[in-house]
């Protein structure tokens, strides 16, 4: 019995503790958020049921469908360019090179440049008159409008890379640091080349990292919305037109009903990558085990 | 790899890499000593597709002046209205959500009750959804509560993010559980726990957690575009681009004078901000 009444008052402590951040999130988070829901489902008329209506609005919109198409090819093409590339960076970096530390300060700090800081630098590199295209026109090639033509999510792509890679390259290095070195040791008592270490030792023990790299990266590509803004400003070019931006264009003319769609289709998209994610780092550890 | 000039080899070309990824923040700085009208002679024709001129982009300056900075700093007072303007809000969202996340994450860290492991999920849940989930539900509440385009819409909703509860949450489960115990056989009750023990050994999370979120307020853009309307609220990474079209000459200084607090935080707090990134990468 005394157990029980010790066991109630730390629970009573918890919730003490946790009072000021639960209230605050149910009412700017997890309540609008269930409001949100249902009102994605409501009529526009008063009295009229639940209805589909304005996800079908939402799915018919041409614009939505080029700023989810956008925002979902660059995500796709980008994940992927810029965890190869840190990886590897990651793998030399933990060899014993000099100026380890060094390094890797240099690697992490566009990471907290602040994005409106630099904006200017891309644009001299990448403007009509431009860097670029000075280069670009002394090897005897007409000029390219790189940030408003198709070449823009390229620009982009360079961009994300440059202010990320630091970061995925601090999770790698962890990930690398906890694979104990006797794995590779005994790797090369039994002959094993290279390649094989690669991919047995490496990339199967970076398994759990990798998965939490790949979420990260994701929601670091939604944020280049920032890059885009500031570059490009309310209307870029169209290939670049993100959902952020359209999300702001919602905003503005304050159609809550496509907006809360709009929110519920991203949200269970990044549920379903989440599900995606978890699975395959359980089945990782089960193959651990 | 233990052929030293392969070490040497890699060491150089991790170096070149770390040049190319440095050289804008570089251009900023020297471009930042330039005279106005040096600046206007090498970039007035950016933006302009009409003119057939390259930018002259260079790595000395014919003259270093702080003539830029001068002119940013006193004559133009506006943008330090609207530096105060990121500077307090930042700071704000800071103090607190750091506050209020440490006590929760104690909750979830290292007391049991029960729904502890699904309102934790919950939490997590929140975390992972990026800006455009989020902001929907955030505009709806600070509409209701009446307070778009007011500072308290940005810092409110900011204070009570996930994050700092799910970081602050990694580095107490680090905290053995013989310490409580030692400090409650003395008698200490849990906030004597919380204030003497729990508290003093988070003291690098907290850190942590305070450069992290300094890096991303200070740089915010999308909840000032959609919750503050007027433009004396703007935080200066809205206005910095409206200076880089109408006062070009002066643009690089601003730049600098922007990014150098969350820099020399970056250097000063680095081994936190590693251990930081790390930890909350670590799965909880």
Redesign the interface.
């Known amino acids: 019995m005394k157990m029980h009444r010790l066991?109630y008052k730390?629970?009573g402590?918890?919730?003490a503790?946790?009072a000021?951040?639960?209230i605050?999130?149910a009412?700017?988070?997890?309540?609008?958020?269930g409001?949100?829901i249902v009102i994605s489902f409501q009529g526009r008329l008063e009295g009229e049921g639940l209805t589909l209506a304005s996800y079908r609005e939402l799915f018919q919109s041409s614009s939505f469908q080029k700023a989810a198409a956008n925002t979902f090819w660059f995500t796709a093409i980008s994940v992927p360019t810029l965890i190869v590339l840190s990886l590897a960076?990651a793998m030399?970096?933990n060899?014993?090179?000099?100026?380890r530390n060094w390094?890797?300060?240099?690697?992490?700090?566009?990471?907290?440049?602040?994005?409106?800081?630099?904006?200017?630098?891309?644009?001299?590199l990448f403007?009509?008159?431009?860097?670029l295209?000075?280069i670009w026109?002394d090897w005897g090639m007409s000029r390219q409008?790189w940030i408003k033509s198709d070449w823009a999510s390229l620009v982009l792509l360079l961009i994300y890379i440059?202010k990320y890679?630091?970061?995925n390259i601090?999770?790698f290095l962890?990930g690398l640091q906890n694979i104990p070195e006797q794995y590779y040791e005994i790797a090369d008592l039994e002959g094993a080349g290279p390649v094989r270490k690669l991919l047995q030792i490496t990339l199967t023990y970076l398994t759990?990292?990798t998965v939490?790299?790949v979420?990260?990266s994701v929601?670091n590509s939604?944020?280049m919305?920032?890059e885009t803004?500031?570059l490009t400003?309310d209307y870029p070019y169209d290939r670049i037109y993100m959902?952020?931006h359209y999300?702001?264009n919602m905003?503005l003319s304050l159609d809550?009903h496509k907006?809360?769609a709009?929110?519920v289709v991203?949200?269970v998209g990044?549920?379903a990558l989440?599900a995606v994610l978890f699975r395959t780092?359980r089945a990782f550890s089960s193959f651990m085990e | 790899?233990k052929n030293p000039l392969m070490?040497?080899l890699?060491?150089f070309?991790?170096?070149a890499?770390?040049a190319f990824?440095?050289a804008?923040?570089a251009?900023?700085v020297v471009?930042s000593l330039m005279t106005e009208r040096e600046i206007m002679a090498n970039?007035r024709?950016?933006?302009?597709?009409d003119?057939s001129?390259?930018?002259n982009?260079k790595w000395i300056p014919d003259w270093v002046s702080f003539q830029q900075y001068s002119n940013v700093l006193i004559e133009t007072s506006v943008f330090l209205r609207l530096y105060w303007n990121s500077v307090y809000m930042s700071a704000s969202i800071i103090v607190g959500q750091a506050a209020?996340?440490v006590?929760?994450a104690?909750?979830?860290g290292k007391?049991?009750?029960?729904g502890?492991d699904p309102?934790f999920f919950?939490?997590l849940?929140?975390m992972?959804?990026?800006?455009?989930?989020?902001?929907?539900?955030?505009?709806?509440?600070?509409d209701r509560l009446g307070l778009l385009n007011s500072y308290s819409s940005i810092i409110?909703?900011s204070?009570?993010g996930?994050f700092g509860?799910f970081l602050l949450r990694q580095f107490m489960l680090h905290i053995h559980s013989a310490y409580m115990e030692a400090a409650r056989m003395d008698g200490a009750g849990?906030?004597r726990i919380?204030l003497s023990v729990v508290l003093p050994m988070v003291k690098p999370g907290i850190a942590a957690l305070v450069v992290l979120l300094f890096?991303d307020y200070?740089?915010m853009?999308?909840q000032p575009?959609?919750f503050l309307e007027d433009p004396g609220l703007q935080p200066?990474?809205?206005f910095?681009?409206r200076i880089?079209e109408e006062a070009l000459g002066v643009?690089?200084a601003a730049?600098?004078v922007?990014?150098i607090p969350?820099?020399l935080?970056?250097?000063s707090a680095?081994p936190y901000?590693?251990q930081g990134?790390?930890l909350s990468?670590v799965?909880g």
Do not use: H
């Not at chain 1, 060899?95 to 100026?99: G, K």
């Not at chain 2, 007391?111 to 029960?114: G, K, Q, T």
């Open positions: 066991a730390e629970a402590v918890a919730f503790f946790l000021p951040s639960l605050g999130f009412v700017f988070y997890l309540i609008p958020f409001q949100n960076l030399l970096l060899q014993r090179v000099f100026l390094l890797r300060t240099a690697y992490v700090l566009p990471l907290v440049v602040p994005a409106a800081s630099i904006v200017m630098v891309w644009q001299i403007d009509w008159n431009g860097v295209n000075a026109n409008d440059w890679v630091g970061y601090i999770l962890a759990p990292t939490l790299i979420l990260m929601l939604f944020k919305f920032r803004y500031l400003g959902m952020q999300m702001n905003f809550i907006l809360s709009a929110a991203m949200a990044i549920l989440v780092e | 790899m070490l040497l890699c060491t070309l991790l170096i890499i770390a990824l440095l804008p923040v251009l900023t471009n970039y024709m950016l933006g302009k597709s003119s001129l390259f930018v982009m209020v996340s006590l929760a104690f909750a979830f007391l049991r009750f029960p502890r309102l919950l939490y849940i929140t992972v959804m990026p800006f455009q989930v989020t902001l929907v539900p955030n505009y709806m509440m600070v409110l909703p204070v009570f996930a509860v849990y906030f919380f890096a200070w740089n853009v999308e575009l959609i200066l990474s809205i910095l681009s880089q643009s690089f730049s600098v922007y990014m969350m820099v935080l970056f250097l680095e901000f590693i990134v790390q990468g799965k």
